[in-house]
T-cell receptor, first 114, second 112 residues
C-alpha cells in the first residue's frame, strides 16, 4: 500500500517563526497536495504539485510556500507563522489523473502557533 | 471546483444499525468519492462512483449516485463501533486531485 509520511504529528511554534512541514510518499506518485483542515470548514487546498520543481496555488496559498526538489518529497513552508495558521495540515498524493484517481493521505500534522 | 455538502453534520446510532449519509453538489461531475477520517488522522479512500454508475458496493458500504438530483448517499450496514469517524464526499468534474473538493463532513458516532 501507498505510504504518505508526515514528519510530525504535533508541532508547537511561536509567532514569527519559520515552519517546515515535510511530506514523503513512497510510491512514485506524480501529484502531491497540501491541505489545511479546520472545524466546520472541511479541507482547503493550499498548494499542489504535478512534478518536481513545479507548484500551483490552491484556494488559500497566502502565507504559505512549497518546495518539491525531489519527486517523493513535498514541503510546506510557513515563512512567518501566525496564530491564524494554527490548524491540522494534511498532505496527500495521487498517482496521476490518467491512472488512479484516489488520493492517499498522511496522518496529518496538528500545528499550534502561540 | 465545487464542494460537496454532507448531511447530516452529525449522526449517532447504535451498533448494528445502518447509517446513511448524504452528499449534494452543484455542477456536473465525472466521479464522486467517499473518504473516512478517524479522529485526528488522515483521510482514507472508501469508494469511487462514476457519473454513469447508479450504485456501487464494497463490503458493508453501499453508495448511490443520482446525477439528476446532484446527490449521493453512503450507506453503512450493520455498523460497528470502529465505524465511528467523519465521512467526506468529494465530487469532481475530472480526475485531477486539485478538483476534489471536500466538504465539512458527517461525524458518525456508533455507540456500543
Amino acid at each position: 500500500d501507498v505510504k504518505v509520511t508526515q514528519s510530525s504529528r504535533y508541532l508547537v511554534k511561536r509567532t514569527g517563526e519559520k515552519v517546515f512541514l515535510e511530506c514523503v510518499q513512497d510510491m512514485d506518485h506524480e501529484n502531491m497536495f497540501w491541505y489545511r483542515q479546520d472545524p466546520g470548514l472541511g479541507l482547503r487546498l493550499i498548494y499542489f504539485s504535478y512534478d518536481v520543481k513545479m507548484k500551483e496555488k490552491g484556494d488559500i496559498p497566502e502565507g504559505y510556500s512549497v518546495s518539491r526538489e525531489k519527486k517523493e518529497r513535498f514541503s510546506l513552508i510557513l515563512e512567518s507563522a501566525s496564530t491564524n495558521q494554527t490548524s491540522m495540515y494534511l498532505c496527500a498524493s495521487q498517482a496521476g489523473a490518467a491512472t488512479n484517481e484516489k488520493l492517499f493521505f498522511g496522518s496529518g500534522t496538528q500545528l499550534s502557533v502561540l | 471546483s465545487q464542494q460537496g455538502e454532507e448531511d447530516p453534520q452529525a449522526l449517532s446510532i447504535q451498533e448494528g444499525e445502518n447509517a446513511t449519509m448524504n452528499c449534494s453538489y452543484k455542477t456536473s461531475i465525472n466521479n464522486l468519492q467517499w473518504y473516512r477520517q478517524n479522529s485526528g488522522r488522515g483521510l482514507v479512500h472508501l469508494i469511487l462512483i462514476r457519473s454513469n454508475e447508479r450504485e456501487k458496493h464494497s463490503g458493508r458500504l453501499r453508495v448511490t449516485l443520482d446525477t439528476s438530483k446532484k446527490s449521493s448517499s453512503l450507506l453503512i450496514t450493520a455498523s460497528r463501533a470502529a465505524d465511528t469517524a467523519s465521512y467526506f464526499c468529494a465530487p469532481s468534474r475530472d480526475n485531477y486531485g486539485q478538483n476534489f473538493v471536500f466538504g465539512p463532513g458527517t461525524r458518525l458516532s456508533v455507540l456500543p
